[in-house]
């Protein structure tokens, strides 16, 4: 980790060099946002890189109850931060980012494995008609509709690259999702109005590569891929915080988001 942290503030150091004196990485700060079976704590190894770099950071804890109820929590996040915020959305927090991504303080956008649906397009109409995916037979509803995933289906599809003590405490503290939300579609896509940036997975059996791949092309994202499962963040968390850095460089220099 030592030699990795060393080459890690190397290049950070690179990237603030080849920037405008008034404009270093510092002056941005960062946003992350889980996904479904997950919490805020799914990023605690991004998190000290990104501290290393001299960025602030601050973790949603969503309820994920509700698409508008999760990006209002986002929302309030970005508004107790200072100057130009980086969003970042893994998984279903991609579609959380969608829907917050617009607020004025908002100057860039990561999604890792993340869903990017456009303006009244719900998770329901890209699944019409398509089989069941294998991991969704390890999701267990309850009487109020908020799934689980079973430990087998951690370990087995969701985190089968990180090691057995890992996905138990995945399982453990996993945030349960209200299944509505796949029916619920963002108000507005504002990757379409933001530079956005995504990391693919390309080992990940709960959101297919191909799937990725489309969103991060019909986003005209920059585009970093990685032997991954879906969840990158705990099994290449210095490709992620290194994507995420590249982010918080561009939000730094840009105070008005460019349209396209």
Known sequence: MSRFLNTFRAGMAAIALALPMSATAEEASVVLVHGAFSD?????KVIPLLHEAGVSVSAA?????S????????TRLVEMQDGPVVLVGHSYGGNVITEAGTHENVKALVYVAGLALDAGEAMTNLLKGKPPAPWQAEATPDSGGYVRLSAEGIATYF???LAPEETALIAATQGPIQYKINSEAP??????VQPTYYLLAEDDQIIPPRLQGYFAKRMEAKVTSVASSHVAMLSHPEAVASLIL???ATASQNEVAPSR
């Not at 805020?40 to 605690?44: E, P």
Request: charged content about 5%; cysteine-free; aromatic content about 6%.
């Open 61 to 65: 804890q969503l309820p994920l109850s």
């Open 40 to 44: 805020g704590s799914a990023w605690h």
């Open 67 to 74: 698409l508008q109820g999760d990006a209002a929590v986002v």
């Open 159 to 161: 985190a089968p690259d």
């Open 187 to 192: 108000t507005i896509a504002s990757w379409s």
């Open 246 to 248: 590249t982010a918080v």
